[in-house]
Antibody, heavy 121, light 112 residues
Framework: QVQLVESGGGVVQPGRSLRLSCAAS????????MHWVRQAPGKGLEWVAV????????YHADSVKGRFTISRDNSKSMLFVQMNSLRAEDTAVYYC??????????????WGQGTLVTVSS | QSALTQPPSASGSPGQSVTISCTGT?????????VSWYQQHPGKAPKLMIY???KRPSGVPDRFSGSKSGNTASLTVSGLQAEDEADYYC????????????FGGGTKLTVL
């Protein structure tokens, strides 16, 4: 069965950096587009970034562009997001999500349990 | 990248039908048939309920249906059941030069 397990969350001061990881299993990771989606406490969902199956194409939401970078290691079935210059408004549960299709469908059929990032001094 | 517009709340009695709207623009919902809907129970990860405007993933009851007209997509839940009480979010693909996904603000569905 498909499993996505995020890690790396925690409390970090404004302006600092954090790297989140997502360990994937139960499917051929290298064949699928992957996404990060976040949810601020008590708020709605927000798409953060997407990466192609081969890692060559990456797109980020305007709200994180220039500060966050999505990446992947297909040899280890791992997805990452490097978050720099963190702000209070980045406080959220961060989910990694598998794309529904193998060529990128922009739908998310499997989600991890999420990891909480709190940006606070 | 503005969020799609959903009503904050909706409600219905068991057995009734309820429809949740999702309004975007001609650059997202109105332009692409890449609309999806997610159900999220408290403390849980979202679950894909509808994709491609009208399609249901395997395992999703046919009580859930989707549609679109112009810049507005809709999710209809028929034969409401207690377990349908949850938050529902719509999404739409938006942008070819700057690919991204927009989420709606979410609708809290209450089964009375």
């Amino acid at each position: 069965q498909v499993q996505l397990v995020e890690s790396g969350g925690g409390v970090v001061q404004p302006g600092r950096s954090l790297r989140l990881s997502c360990a994937a299993s139960g499917f051929t990771f290298r064949n699928y587009v992957m996404h990060w989606v976040r949810q601020a406490p008590g708020k709605g969902l927000e798409w953060v970034a997407v990466i192609s199956s081969d890692g060559k194409n990456k797109y980020h939401a305007d709200s994180v562009k220039g500060r966050f970078t999505i990446s992947r290691d297909n040899s280890k079935s791992m997805l990452f997001v490097q978050m720099n210059s963190l702000r209070a408004e980045d406080t959220a549960v961060y989910y990694c999500a598998k794309d529904f299709g193998d060529s990128g469908s922009w739908y998310f059929d499997y989600w991890g349990q999420g990891t909480l990032v709190t940006v606070s001094s | 990248q503005s969020a799609l517009t959903q009503p904050p709340s909706a409600s219905g009695s068991p057995g009734q039908s309820v429809t949740i709207s999702c309004t975007g623009t001609s650059s997202d919902v109105g332009r692409y048939n890449y609309v999806s809907w997610y159900q999220q129970h408290p403390g849980k990860a979202p679950k894909l309920m509808i994709y491609g405007v009208t399609k249901r993933p395997s395992g999703v009851p046919d009580r859930f249906s989707g549609s679109k007209s112009g810049n507005t997509a809709s999710l209809t839940v028929s034969g409401l059941q207690a377990e349908d009480e949850a938050d529902y979010y719509c999404t739409s693909y938006a942008g070819s030069n700057n690919p991204h996904v927009l989420f709606g603000g979410g609708t809290k569905l209450t089964v009375l």
